[in-house]
C-alpha cells in the first residue's frame, strides 16, 4: 500500500481540499510539494504514535494537508525571497496560521489546532499566539517535528537541503534550546536513518 493511500483519500473525500491545494500551488510550489511531504509523512509515522482521543488518521492528514493554507493571504514575493526577511515581512509571514484557521473555520477542532498551531513553542515563544507546552496538543507537535524536518531536508529560495549528518547537528540545538518537543524528532530521524518504525508504546517500555 502506498504511503500516501490516506493522503489521496482525504483528498478525493473533500474536493474543496483540492482547491484549496490547487491554489496554493499556484501561489507557491515550494508550500505546495510541501505541503504533500507533511501529509505524506503524517500518514507514514502514524502508527507509531498514539494520540489520546483520536482513533484514525485521517484528520491528522487533513490538518497537515492544509497546514500552510495561510500562506494564500501572504505576498508571493515574501514567500520566494531569496534574501533576509525584513521584520514587517516576517509580522506578514508569522501571521498564515491564523489566517489559515479563520479559513478552515468550519473544519474540526483537530484540523483547526494542527493549522492554528503548528508553529507554537514549548516554551512560549512560538507564533501567532505564544502557547506554552500545556497548550499545544501532542497532534501538533507531531505536525510541528515533521513541519521542520521537511523544511531542513528541501531546498528553499534561502537555503540548501540538509543532510542527515547536518541534521543531526540541528537536532541537538534544538534540544538544548527546549522549546520543541524532541520525541518527535527523535523518532522521525530514527525512520530517515535505519527504515525502522517502532511503535511509542514499545519505545516507552525499554
Known amino acids: 500500500m502506498s504511503i500516501i493511500y490516506k493522503t489521496l483519500e482525504v483528498l478525493k473525500a473533500k474536493p474543496e481540499n483540492a482547491e484549496l491545494l490547487d491554489l496554493l500551488k499556484a501561489h507557491d510550489h515550494t508550500s505546495y510539494i510541501h505541503s504533500l511531504s507533511v501529509a505524506g509523512m503524517a500518514e507514514l509515522m502514524y502508527?507509531?504514535?498514539?494520540?489520546?482521543?483520536?482513533?484514525?488518521?485521517?484528520?491528522?492528514?487533513?490538518?497537515?494537508?492544509?497546514?500552510?493554507?495561510?500562506?494564500?493571504?501572504?505576498?508571493?514575493?515574501i514567500l520566494k525571497k531569496e534574501?533576509?526577511?525584513?521584520?514587517?515581512e516576517k509580522c506578514f509571514i508569522k501571521e498564515h496560521p491564523r489566517c489559515g484557521g479563520i479559513l478552515l473555520h468550519d473544519r474540526s477542532?483537530?484540523?483547526?489546532?494542527?493549522?492554528?498551531?503548528?508553529?507554537?513553542?514549548l516554551d512560549g515563544s512560538g507564533y501567532p499566539y505564544g502557547l506554552k507546552a500545556e497548550q499545544i496538543p501532542d497532534y501538533c507537535r507531531y505536525i510541528t517535528a515533521i513541519d521542520i524536518m521537511d523544511a531542513l531536508l528541501s531546498r528553499r529560495s534561502y537555503k540548501e537541503p540538509l543532510s542527515l549528518y547536518q541534521i543531526k547537528g540541528?537536532?541537538?540545538k534544538m534540544?538544548?534550546?527546549?522549546?520543541?518537543?524532541?520525541?518527535?524528532?527523535?523518532?522521525?530521524?530514527?525512520?530517515?536513518?535505519?527504515?525502522i518504525l517502532l511503535p511509542a508504546k514499545e519505545v516507552c517500555a525499554c
Request: charged letters at 25%; hydrophobic letters at 40%.
Open 47 to 77: 502508527p507509531v504514535f498514539a494520540f489520546k482521543g483520536i482513533k484514525n488518521s485521517t484528520e491528522i492528514i487533513e490538518g497537515a494537508l492544509l497546514h500552510d493554507v495561510g500562506k494564500l493571504f501572504v505576498s508571493a514575493e
Open 109 to 121: 477542532e483537530i484540523v483547526k489546532n494542527i493549522v492554528h498551531f503548528h508553529h507554537e513553542r
Open 83 to 88: 534574501g533576509k526577511l525584513t521584520p514587517l
Open 175 to 195: 534540544r538544548s534550546e527546549n522549546n520543541l518537543d524532541m520525541f518527535y524528532f527523535d523518532k522521525i530521524y530514527e525512520f530517515l536513518t535505519t527504515g
Open 170 to 172: 540541528e537536532l541537538e
